[in-house]
């Protein structure tokens, strides 16, 4: 083949520009300061630095769960420190209420003070996280705490929620509110609806133990449903618990009950003419308390003495059940208060289980991000090296290239 002058041009423009065009690659790759990342410059680094950022990706959103993590124990945290405000209020309102020579505002005054203290509480109970969780329904979804006519209903579970931080870790990041709150009569809503009952007619006008001597009327608020209540009945010739069937349809139920422990107590009921009302008879003394079972927010059994003829010789009383009497509100908060603490020490722990995975989460990242840099990073000497050579062959082969092209056929016959 016959190598012209155009030939020969077009040959050394070409090379000069690849030439140009890796110059140009070491440059840019200088300014970056990385290595070329295109998989067919290095398939081995290529597959290495794939596989080190797959492992990146996982700890950077092992990081993100672990952030969520401790801020939605902070969150709790944060919260049981409120219920604990609520309930160290609640115990000052029992130990004030205990006091038998508060005037009505004074009581209605505690009850306000107690209703607002329970709103607080729920409010606080349905709380929820940054990502719009509840923090206190456990797995569930919904909201943990509902109002019903009932009182205060946990509609969540008993599940934890928890965050996958590591290969083999699983922590627990919240405390489900059946666990925070308790359930069912030992529960702080409980505690706090019985307070303000206590607070609020007519149970506020009964009391622990009513008593009469000689003759008595005794009325009990009977259901359609099965409901029994115990109470301890003491007469002249001693005490003994009784437990007193208040349905409907037995309506001999509590006399006979009554007049089983006669031996014991010296008293003996007989059923009144309306078939409802019981009377006892004793000679001396006679007294009901220690009420358990029965309704909560009114008496279901009222107490007062009669004449022979059947007249009332003063007010009816009516009894108490006995976790309404101040004494017992009183434990009732106190337990409430320790609860609290248990809880934050527990969701304490659960904090610092968090931060204890994050911060080895950190470590693998940086441990990571450094094999990265190594994979990764520009020998920087190398390049610059290589960089100089390429650009000593360009300039010597673009001389090369002006001599040889300045040369004709009269320089040969000379």
Do not use: C, W
């Amino acid at each position: 083949m016959t190598v012209g002058d155009a030939l020969f041009a077009r040959l050394a423009i070409r090379g000069f520009s690849t030439l140009s065009a890796e110059v140009g690659e070491l440059q840019s790759r200088i300014a970056s300061g990385v290595n070329d990342p295109r998989a067919s410059a290095d398939p081995a680094r290529a597959t290495e630095l794939s596989a080190l950022r797959d492992m990146r990706a996982r700890l950077d959103t092992r990081e993100g769960l672990g952030r969520n993590a401790a801020d939605r124990l902070a969150l709790t945290d944060e919260a049981l420190s409120g219920l604990s405000d609520n309930i160290r209020q609640l115990k000052e309102i029992t130990l004030r209420a205990a006091n038998d020579t508060l005037t009505s505002e004074a009581q209605g005054a505690l009850r306000s003070e107690a209703v607002m203290i329970r709103n607080e509480m729920l409010a606080i109970a349905n709380a929820s996280d940054t990502a719009g969780r509840p923090l206190f329904a456990g797995t569930a979804g919904a909201p943990a705490f509902e109002q019903t006519a009932a009182g205060v209903v946990y509609r969540g579970d008993d599940g934890a929620t928890v965050a996958q931080l590591g290969d083999r870790s699983r922590i627990v990041t919240g405390l489900p509110g059946s666990q925070v709150f308790g359930t069912g009569p030992s529960g702080l809503f409980a505690a706090i609806d019985d307070t303000i009952a206590a607070l609020t007619e007519p149970m506020l006008s009964a009391r622990q133990g009513v008593s009469a001597k000689g003759l008595a009327r005794l009325d009990l608020a009977r259901t359609r449903a099965a409901q029994d209540i115990e109470v301890t009945l003491t007469g002249p010739a001693g005490s003994a618990r009784v437990t007193l069937d208040l349905r409907l349809d037995a309506p001999g139920s509590p006399l006979e009950a009554i007049n089983a422990q006669s031996a014991r107590t010296g008293i003996t009921a007989v059923m009144e003419d309306n078939g409802k009302s019981i009377r006892l008879l004793a000679e001396g003394e006679m007294s009901i308390a220690d009420q358990h079972g029965g309704n909560a927010r009114a008496p279901v059994l009222t107490f007062g003495q009669i004449a022979p003829d059947g007249t009332a010789t003063g007010p009816a009383t009516g009894l108490r059940p006995a976790p309404l009497a101040p004494n017992a509100l009183v434990a009732r908060a106190e337990a409430g208060i320790n609860r609290m603490a248990l809880m934050r020490a527990e969701a304490g722990s659960l904090a610092a289980a968090v931060d204890k995975a994050t911060q080895s989460i950190a470590s693998q990242r940086l441990t990571v991000n450094q094999a990265v840099a190594g994979v990764e990073d520009l020998d920087v000497a190398a390049t610059i090296t290589r960089l100089q050579s390429l650009l000593l062959t360009e300039q010597a082969s673009q001389q090369a290239f002006v001599k040889i092209s300045g040369q004709s056929l009269f320089n040969y016959l000379r």
